[in-house]
């Protein structure tokens, strides 16, 4: 569900530091982290393509399982789509919509992202939360 569209009684989310500019690079490797999604922990990845930044959860549209086939690396051999390690599928970065292989009609889970003042942030929403830091007892 996109940020805007929730109810009017949700408080808007702020954005989360995740990386610096600089860290991600022109269709480079991906940043790796962790999020929950409905409470459950689950990997998302940011990278940069076509000069902005985006993210996605790190799930297959045709079979829930990580796409990378080494960490933080999700792109083809040519570096033009994010290719599903374990059945070909291979998804449009801009938009996350399927283009070949099993994934039909899918799209990946995108998270937003902002990128100003030489730092990427992206934005919780009702579904997708940050991973609760490790508490420290005394």
């Not at 569209?5 to 991600?24: F, G, I, N, V, Y």
């Not at 799209?107 to 030489?118: D, F, S």
């Not at 942030?121 to 997708?128: G, H, K, L, N």
Request: a neutral charge.
């Amino acid at each position: 569900m996109r940020e805007d569209a929730l109810p009017a009684t949700s408080a808007p989310c702020e954005a989360l530091p995740l990386c610096a500019s600089t860290a991600l690079v022109e269709r480079g490797r991906a940043l790796v982290f962790d999020v929950l999604e409905y409470g459950h922990p689950v990997r998302a990845f940011a990278l940069r393509h076509g000069g902005r930044v985006v993210a996605y959860l790190n799930r297959c549209a045709h079979v829930p399982t990580e796409m990378d086939w080494q960490p933080g690396e999700f792109l083809d051999a040519e570096r033009e789509f994010i290719l599903c390690s374990i059945h070909g599928a291979s998804y449009e970065p801009s938009s996350g919509r399927c283009v070949g292989g099993p994934c039909g009609r899918g799209r990946l889970t995108a998270l937003r992202v902002t990128e100003q003042g030489g730092q990427v942030s992206w934005y919780p929403s009702r579904d997708i939360r940050p991973k609760a830091a490790p508490r420290e007892f005394p």
